[in-house]
C-alpha cells in the first residue's frame, strides 16, 4: 500500500492551516508591515442612486482598523486609461494571512470578494479603494494567505468624505 492510498494521515487540514497560519504571524512582526483598513458600512451610507456619490448623511466607514500584513508592494504612478484619457494612479498590492484580516472582520473573503470592493485602505500616507480581493493559498478550502489589490483615490474622489479629508492633497502642493 502506498502513501497515497492512506486514508488519514498524521495532520489534517486544519492542524496544518493552524501552523502555517502560526508561522505568518511569527514571520510578520521582523519582516512583514502594517496597513489601515476601513470597511464600507452599507446599513448608514447614503449614496445618490445614479451617481454614487455621497448624499445627505453620506458614505460610511467602520473603523479605523490596523491589519498586519506581510508584505506591500507600492507601485507609484501606475497609469489607468478612462474616458478622459490617462489618469496616474499609485497601485497597490497587499498579502496577508486569512487568519489576521479575519480578525477584524474580513471573514468571507474567499466566499464574496465583491462585498469589500467599497472599502478602504491607507498606507504610506495615501487612501486606496480596493479593486480585488483574491485567495492565493490554500489547504483543503482553507484560507491561508489573501492577495488584496488596490488603486489611489485623488483629492477629488474623497472631497465627499469628510473622514478622509487628511488624505486630500492639494495639486498645487505638488
Not at 4 to 19: F, I, N, P, Y
Not at 101 to 117: F, P
Not at 136 to 156: C, Y
Request: hydrophobic share 35%.
Amino acid at each position: 500500500m502506498s502513501r497515497l492510498d492512506w486514508k488519514r494521515g498524521r495532520w489534517s487540514a486544519e492542524v496544518e492551516t493552524q501552523q502555517i497560519g502560526d508561522g505568518l504571524r511569527g514571520y510578520q512582526p521582523a519582516y512583514g508591515d502594517q496597513v489601515t483598513y476601513w470597511r464600507f458600512d452599507y446599513e448608514s451610507s447614503q449614496r445618490h442612486p445614479v451617481y454614487d456619490e455621497a448624499s445627505e448623511e453620506g458614505r460610511q466607514f467602520i473603523g479605523p482598523h490596523e491589519i498586519p500584513v506581510l508584505d506591500v508592494i507600492h507601485t507609484l504612478g501606475g497609469d489607468e486609461l478612462h474616458e478622459g484619457g490617462f489618469y496616474t494612479n499609485d497601485l497597490l498590492r497587499v498579502t496577508c494571512g486569512f487568519r489576521q484580516i479575519s480578525r477584524v472582520g474580513l471573514t468571507h473573503a474567499d466566499l464574496r470578494t465583491s462585498a469589500y470592493l467599497r472599502d478602504r485602505v491607507a498606507y504610506d500616507g495615501k487612501l486606496f479603494r480596493i479593486l480585488s480581493m483574491k485567495v492565493q493559498g490554500q489547504i483543503q478550502r482553507s484560507d491561508v494567505v489573501v492577495e488584496i489589490s488596490a488603486t489611489q483615490l485623488k483629492s477629488d474622489e474623497i472631497a465627499n468624505d469628510p473622514l478622509f479629508a487628511s488624505y486630500a492633497v492639494d495639486p498645487q502642493a505638488l
